[in-house]
């Protein structure tokens, strides 16, 4: 079959692999429909994550139709035939993690499980196409790929809702509402979020959603920004401004009640000096985060306010505000989504229209494109927002 | 040297403690071990692969074993390795699941042999009891040990590093690994 791998820092390569095949009994086989490029494949591709290897098979963003079960997966809950989203946490459904519905920290899903705990003190739940750290599992970008535990995760979708309205329920539309989640949004609160990525917007509308009074996007991308504006947000483009006297005039001067970090370790900086700092650090590898959005969302957030982070961080990052932090009592939240816990809530507002996913969709690709989707997207060409690509 | 690591469970104390007194099932999740054979009420035979593509052999007998709390065991007559190991289950707090306790003492000989052994357990020798553990964890709550395309062969995976890529294996990779 065809499939995007890794080929070495700053390159993807569509290339022949193996069909896969069933490895435990209760895999399952899907056949890729619809896949698509995530700013957290662009922090592998930049070469900022580590244990990548040469021909891993990328994506964790995708649906399709089900080809083949293993003899263990309980047919009540999956069949040959089915149209499904794979949420891309893999878990097993049996372990505490996954009891306590913190999917993303399964216990058992992850067999470098040892690699993991070097680096994070306890293992984390295997994903798809995301490095060997989280297990060595190959991607959605390809025709077909292998689902563990396929009677656990996968959502069916028995309604005749397109791929587009429903692809994104394996990641960013959880991931977003997840950050916005976790800031327990009262009516008066005004939703600060940094990145109009694909994440930060749908961070945005689910803002919305719980019911924040104002919700602004912060990002330097016109294109971007402008997409936020015509879906209702306030925004700031942080290379024309200063995001915090921006933020405390929107603010009476109190700054956002909740603050959203939707862009993760390679922020860019308005200030050259602080940037070309972490760029050096993040070279030598000393420093793995150029983390310019978390401090600013904690320097802006208002006292006793919540700081939420979905943008993903790998490793150590430096000048972490810790005064600012725990002098004015913030409270910072975070982790990998934990899909499996949202998606039916969030088919269900799909269906009902309160959120529309396919807004983000500026481009639709053959699978055997995705360099230049990998391209489009992270440099911003072509107002690239978010790509979908067809196998 | 002695080695000891924990994992918590999530079944029942009695459960696990079944589990692991049928010794015939500890190769499912021992990296080193291929097979325990039982040759009587308290005795039983185990064979270990070794470096060189080795394998050793020595007898066991279980010492002291009190169900659903603990077991303890020995090796017997003139084994290569002499060996004691005990594991205690202790019912954790959340009141469903179950915290294993192991320690493994092995009485490294000296010479060749002795340094072979210390080289198998490498510089990490707490890493293999580990992984052993959570392979353990792995078979109780979810049936079987997670495989993926980077670590494909389970238990037989005995560094994490180098592993092959994360992409589907080939109909020979797959048969070979079968074979191994
Ligand atoms: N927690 C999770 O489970 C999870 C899931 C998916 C994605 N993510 C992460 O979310 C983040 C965003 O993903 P995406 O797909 O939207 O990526 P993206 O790269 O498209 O979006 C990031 C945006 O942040 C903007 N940005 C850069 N520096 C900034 C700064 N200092 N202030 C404000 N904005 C800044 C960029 O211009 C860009 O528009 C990534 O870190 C990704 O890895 C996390
Ligand atoms: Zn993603
Ligand atoms: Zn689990």
Not at chain 1, 108 to 132: D, L, R, T
Not at chain 1, 133 to 153: C, I, K, M, N
Not at chain 2, 57 to 68: F, G, M, R, S, Y
Not at chain 2, 114 to 137: I, N, W
Request: with cysteine.
């Amino acid at each position: 079959m065809r499939a995007n791998t890794w080929a070495g820092r700053n390159k993807v390569e569509v290339r022949d692999v193996p069909d896969p095949s069933i490895l435990n009994r209760r895999d399952a086989i899907v056949k890729v429909t619809s896949t698509a490029i995530c700013g957290s494949d662009l922090h592998l591709v930049d070469g900022y994550v580590p244990t990548m290897q040469d021909g891993d098979v990328l994506g964790h963003e995708f649906m399709g139709e089900v080809v083949e079960v293993g003899a263990g997966v309980d047919p009540g809950r999956l069949r040959v035939g089915d149209r499904v989203v794979v949420p891309f946490p893999i878990a097993c459904g049996a372990c505490a993690a996954c009891a306590a519905e913190l999917w993303s920290c399964c216990e058992n899903s992850n067999p470098n499980a040892g690699i993991a705990e070097k680096m994070f003190g306890h293992p984390v739940a295997g994903i798809f196409g995301y490095s060997h750290l989280t297990g060595g599992f190959a991607g959605g970008q390809s025709e077909y790929v292998r689902v563990p535990f396929a009677d656990v995760g996968p959502l069916k979708i028995e309604s005749d809702l397109t791929d587009e309205q429903v692809l994104f329920l394996s990641d960013i539309l959880p991931t977003g509402y997840m950050g916005a989640e976790m800031c327990d949004i009262q009516p008066s609160d005004v939703v600060a979020v940094w990145g109009a990525g694909p994440v930060g917007q749908f961070a945005m509308d689910s803002a919305r959603l719980l019911g924040a009074a104002t919700v602004i996007a912060i990002d330097k991308e016109p294109y971007r920004l402008r997409m936020a504006e015509e879906a209702g947000h306030t925004t700031i483009n942080f290379e024309e401004v200063d995001v915090r006297s921006r933020l405390l005039e929107l603010t009476g001067g109190r700054g956002p009640d909740k603050c959203i970090d939707a862009v993760g370790m390679e922020a860019s900086h308005g200030s050259a000096h602080l940037h070309a700092y972490d760029r050096v650090k993040q070279a030598v590898r000393s420093e793995t985060e150029r983390p310019h959005a978390l401090r600013q969302a904690i320097l802006s957030c208002r006292s006793g306010g919540t700081v939420s982070v979905i943008g993903v961080y790998g490793g150590l990052l430096d000048k972490f505000p810790s005064g600012a932090w725990m002098n004015r009592s913030l409270t910072l939240r975070t982790g990998q989504c934990h899909v499996q816990r949202y998606m039916k809530p969030l088919l269900r507002h799909i269906e009902n229209g309160e959120l529309d996913p396919t807004r983000v969709i500026t481009h639709t690709l053959p699978l055997q494109d995705a360099a230049r989707g990998f391209d489009l997207f992270k440099n911003k060409q072509d107002d690239c927002e978010k790509v979908v690509l067809k196998p | 040297m002695d080695l000891l690591a924990t994992t918590t469970i999530r079944r029942p104390v009695s459960d696990v403690y079944a589990f692991w007194r049928r010794l015939e099932n500890l190769p499912t999740f021992m990296a080193h071990l291929e097979e325990v054979r039982v040759t009587g009420e308290r005795t039983s035979h185990w064979t270990a692969s070794a470096p060189f593509d080795r394998s050793v052999e020595w007898d066991a007998e279980i010492t002291d074993e009190v169900p659903d709390e603990r077991i303890g065991w020995r090796s017997t007559g003139e084994a290569d390795v002499p060996n004691t190991g005990k594991v205690w289950f202790v019912p954790a707090p959340d009141g469903v699941s179950t915290e294993v306790h192991v320690l493994l003492v092995y009485d490294i000989p000296g010479g060749k042999l002795g340094q072979a052994v210390a080289r198998y357990f490498g510089e990490e020798p707490h890493q293999q009891l580990d992984d052993d553990l959570r392979r353990l964890k792995q078979v109780m709550e979810t049936g079987e040990v997670m495989r993926s395309d980077g670590a494909p062969w389970g238990k037989r995976a005995r560094r994490e590093f180098p592993q092959r890529p994360a992409q589907p294996l080939s109909s020979d990779e797959l048969a070979k690994g079968e074979a191994a």
